[in-house]
T-cell receptor, first 114, second 113 residues
Framework: GAGVSQSPSNKVTEKGKDVELRCDPISGHTALYWYRQSLGQGLEFLIYFQGNSAPDKSGLPSDRFSAERTGGSVSTLTIQRTQQEDSAVYLC????????????FGAGSRLTVL | AQSVTQPDIHITVSEGASLELRCNYSYGATPYLFWYVQSPGQGLQLLLKYFSGDTLVQGIKGFEAEFKRSQSSFNLRKPSVHWSDAAEYFCAVGARSQGNLIFGKGTKLSVKP
């Protein structure tokens, strides 16, 4: 696609429920990144993919968080048993490859956990 | 540890005034440096980047930034601010060999008429 597409744009869920956030990167971009943006905290790196592999999962805050990417394209970030502290905007970005470093961001998915 | 510091959380300038947003980094390797802007409810848009070469880089919307290795800084400047520049600005650092970027916590810019 022309840009990075994320869905849903807004998600409200109850504590303890699982959520899935989707990212569709720019066509041809082999690297894909997930960040979390909490109020006043800037952007927190979660995970990145080169192709379907995730060389760096160091930012995932707990084992409730997981991500996958299939076909070198769409990625899904899954949060299990959501907690209130998971409330944030989840941003996805893609780049031509992991060495290029020029990231193009989507508009984000705002998650609210009640 | 790798980090990016943006010392100013919130800056207010008058329309037409000059602007400088500060960014300092701590990074072991030769850094790639970036400035992104985020308008309310939007994703981040790249303003400019520095990889190598001329230390003064020009970006979109009339912004420029200067890389000063001795000061570990990459400050963003604009000679005359427009009301539409009101947004949050993020400095980021990365490297050729590293996939992700490390971001600062951002500086929110407000513009007075």
């Amino acid at each position: 696609g022309a840009g990075v597409s994320q869905s849903p744009s807004n998600k409200v869920t109850e504590k303890g429920k699982d959520v899935e956030l989707r990212c569709d990167p720019i066509s041809g971009h082999t690297a894909l990144y997930w960040y979390r943006q909490s109020l006043g905290q800037g952007l927190e790196f979660l995970i990145y993919f080169q192709g379907n592999s995730a060389p760096d999962k160091s930012g995932l805050p707990s084992d409730r968080f997981s991500a996958e990417r299939t076909g070198g394209s769409v990625s899904t970030l899954t949060i299990q048993r959501t907690q209130q502290e998971d409330s944030a905007v989840y941003l996805c970005a893609s780049s031509m490859n992991s060495g290029a470093n020029v990231l193009t961001f989507g508009a984000g998915s705002r998650l609210t956990v009640l | 540890a790798q980090s990016v510091t943006q010392p100013d959380i919130h800056i207010t300038v008058s329309e037409g005034a000059s602007l400088e947003l500060r960014c300092n980094y701590s990074y072991g390797a030769t850094p790639y440096l970036f400035w992104y802007v985020q308008s309310p409810g939007q994703g981040l848009q790249l303003l400019l980047k520095y990889f190598s070469g001329d230390t003064l880089v020009q970006g979109i919307k009339g912004f420029e930034a200067e890389f000063k290795r001795s000061q570990s800084s990459f400050n963003l400047r604009k000679p005359s601010v427009h009301w539409s520049d009101a947004a949050e600005y993020f400095c980021a650092v990365g490297a050729r060999s590293q996939g992700n970027l490390i971001f600062g916590k951002g500086t929110k810019l407000s513009v007075k008429p």
